[in-house]
């Protein structure tokens, strides 16, 4: 009897052993599942989920905290997306947050643009380029499209331009075809 | 030699003959040339004219900008008159940057200066192959100077010139190998000086027994080593991969390309191209391009790039009841946005269409999973389950069953009973993923910028922070150390100057009391007595209340 409580009681201090040092030597550095929201967020950082950036979003909804409905810029197709790697129920996107829009990108009208660099600061991706009483300007290319720029101007000179197709962006179509009313 | 047959393909219609008969025209030039800047892959040209420049036929328009780019030149001498959007043969219909030439019908061309290839630098000789703007002329459009670049890829044994020429109705090719032989196998030296290829094989599908007689009767002539060879007529025949498992028996693998396997194709257009180029110092300002379809002289023209295809159209005697244009064949080419849509390198052949000759396509059935499909595809893939992913929109999978294998060759839309445009749904496909991959790309740099800028922020905020407290350090630092009397006689200093001052204020009287009548003084008197009081109360010590 006192052998056999024992020997179980030795086997599960090795196992506790070897348990306690695998998880110190694979210890996984961060949330895994933070990162795979985050990889699916458009990173536009705008901020309109109510969370400061793609990423603490990411993990408010890692905790539970946030819905996955909240990402306007991700559209539908992104909260499909987060509903299959969590596997809940894809929802509508919720309309309070904002709607989804056409892609678009800041651009500043540089005769009224007085250089008072809050739109550089306002910028969460660096995308403006200028300095104190200098002209500023966006660089398109890396610009998310975020609007966070377009409030905090004093002069209004900042609008965005939907992008539009051109030969290097252009898609070949989804194939439809014409019905004809026969009768 | 011993031919090898590839997977699938299928027996078209040729239509060939109707083409074929007569000779090249001679290059006509038309009013107005439209020249494209994005007529290869890669990075459009860079114009370096300016409106009003007069330029000389061959003189370089635009330069190459990038390493997958090259140049563009004028194909005629005139004046340019406008640098800017112009309708330009592509599926979509968008504009595209174009540099439109006025022509002075002169003709005239630049000096022409031809390269010492045999004794040039390679890399320095691949520059001249880009700035003479050659590009491959059998559809893909590819920078050849690229090509003909061995470094960095496994080692090249078998250089193929490409005479398949396998879709129906196009003669180009077949035109060009009967009348300028020489020229292609004098490219096709240059191109073996480059990729150092011990084998240099011609294939030739065998519905052209003129082309293969010329090819190799050239060959003796001029002493180039190659072998002619006639090929079985199946499409697509002359595609990359087709030609060379037919010619080879090597097998590229799946996502790869034939040079994996030591083999590299060109189109003959292309050898021939340049030969021009760096025998005869001629740009790429020109090509052959077959006007057939619902013509009256179905024929192969010269045509000098840039010039309108409703133009080409009226030298080949245009016809009633014409539908509309396809740039390239009835498999692989597409339907031009405009009559008026300038011809471009890419352009080997300008299909005219009619009712009769190509009745619009019956409307599409559901797949019924017949698997007609199956046997004709070239690149053995089940078209039928690519199909059935990208209509589901399901792309991953379809990535799974090797899309980007998929050659468009059309042979699986052309034998679907229910006349499903599989090839559309393909072309859908891909593009749909490179689109969301270059989504994924732009996203990750906003991640990283963002990253950054945060980290960027708090590091201006710590160093704002270090900086200030080491001023402070410094300014304490630098303050003088007094002695203990030192230190008393400034506070002496100090008193006795406080005490001077109290003294001053004390005798000094408020000036603007004077001259006041009695009323007026006796209430600032009343005030004063009443502030007095409150000091004394002030300074009284503050006593308990007693309950």
Same mark, same amino acid.
């Given at each position: ?179 004809? /009313?026969?009768? | ?370 698997? /007609? ?175």
């Amino acid at each position: 009897m006192l052998a056999a409580i024992l020997v179980m009681a030795g086997i599960a201090v090795v196992l506790g052993a070897v348990l306690g040092f695998a998880a110190l030597k694979y210890k996984v550095e961060g949330d895994p599942m933070v990162e795979k929201i985050d990889a699916i967020l458009p990173q536009t950082q705008c901020g309109q989920c109510g969370y400061p950036g793609c990423r603490p979003y990411a993990e408010a909804i890692a905790k539970g905290e946030a819905d996955i409905n909240q990402c306007p810029p991700g559209g539908e197709e992104g909260v499909k997306k987060l509903a299959e790697l969590l596997g809940v129920e894809p929802k509508p996107l919720d309309e309070t947050h904002g709607v989804t829009k056409p892609k678009s990108v800041a651009f500043i009208d540089e005769n009224l643009c007085i250089g008072c660099t809050l739109c550089i600061q306002a910028c969460p991706v660096d995308a403006i380029l200028g300095a104190a009483k200098q002209m500023h300007t966006v660089i398109a290319s890396e610009c998310t499209g975020c609007e966070l720029c377009v409030a905090p101007c004093p002069v209004d000179c900042i609008s965005m331009v939907p992008l539009k197709e051109d030969l290097a962006s252009w898609k070949w179509k989804y194939p439809v075809f014409e019905l004809k /009313q026969v009768a | 030699m011993e031919l090898h047959r590839f997977p699938g393909g299928i027996h078209p219609e040729e239509h060939k003959k109707e083409s074929s008969s007569r000779p090249i025209h001679a290059a006509f030039v038309p009013k107005k040339l439209v020249v494209p800047m994005r007529q290869h892959i890669g990075q459009p040209a860079k114009p370096i004219v300016r409106v009003g420049d007069h330029v000389l036929k061959g003189q370089m328009i635009a330069e190459a900008d990038g390493y997958v780019s090259v140049a563009l030149h004028a194909p005629s001498s005139g004046i340019v008159t406008e640098i800017g959007l112009a309708s330009v043969p592509h599926p979509s219909g968008l504009p595209d940057l174009c540099i439109t030439i006025a022509t002075d019908g002169r003709d005239e061309w630049c000096e022409r200066t031809p390269v010492d290839w045999r004794n040039t630098d390679p890399a320095a000789l691949r520059g001249h192959v880009r700035d003479f703007g050659i590009a491959g002329l059998g559809g893909a459009v590819f920078p050849t100077s690229i090509k003909l670049d061995p470094a960095g890829g496994p080692a090249i044994h078998t250089l193929i010139l490409n005479g398949g020429e396998c879709e129906p109705w196009i003669t180009c090719d077949d035109r060009l190998m009967r009348e300028r032989a020489e020229d292609i196998l004098e490219g096709a030296r240059i191109m073996q000086h480059l990729i150092g290829a011990e084998k240099l094989i011609a294939g030739i599908e065998d519905n052209k027994p003129e082309a293969i007689a010329a090819m190799r009767t050239a060959a003796q002539k001029i002493g180039v080593a190659i072998k002619v060879i006639a090929m079985p007529t199946i499409y697509p025949g002359g595609g990359g991969k087709q030609i060379t498992k037919t010619l080879t028996g090597l097998d590229t693998p799946s996502g790869g390309r034939t040079t994996d396997v030591g083999v590299q194709v060109f189109n003959v257009g292309t050898s021939y191209a340049l030969s021009r180029a760096l025998n005869h110092g001629e740009p790429l300002v020109s090509r052959i391009v077959t006007v057939t379809g619902h013509v009256l002289r179905p024929q192969n023209y010269e045509v000098l790039i840039g010039t309108p295809m409703s133009e080409l159209l009226l030298h080949a005697g245009e016809r009633e009841g014409l539908t509309g244009i396809i740039m390239g064949g009835p498999m692989m080419g597409f339907d031009v946005p405009a009559m008026d849509v300038p011809v471009v390198k890419a352009s080997n052949c300008v299909l005219a269409k009619s009712k009769e000759l190509f009745p619009p396509r019956p409307p599409e059935m559901p797949c019924i999973r017949c698997t /007609q499909c199956v046997p004709v595809c070239p690149a053995e893939l089940q078209p039928q389950q690519l199909y059935w992913f990208a209509r589901a929109k399901d792309l991953g999978r379809a990535q799974e069953y090797h899309l980007f294998d998929c050659i468009e060759c059309g042979c699986c839309s052309y034998v679907c009973p229910s006349h499903i445009p599989l090839v559309d749904y393909y072309r859908f496909a891909k593009s749909e993923i490179w689109a969301r991959e270059k989504e994924k790309r732009l996203a990750d740099t906003a991640r990283e910028r963002h990253e950054f800028r945060l980290f960027r922020l708090e590091r201006e905020k710590k160093e704002k922070a270090e900086r200030l407290a080491a001023k402070a350090a410094t300014k304490k630092a630098e303050a003088p150390v007094l002695s203990k009397e030192e230190q008393d006689a400034k506070k002496k200093l100090i008193q006795e100057a406080l005490a001077r001052a109290q003294a001053r204020k004390a005798t000094v009287t408020p000036k603007n009391t004077d001259n006041l009548p009695p009323e007026k003084q006796a209430e600032i008197a009343e005030i004063e007595a009443r502030r007095a009081k409150i000091r004394e109360i002030a300074n009284q010590p503050v006593e308990p209340e007693k309950p």
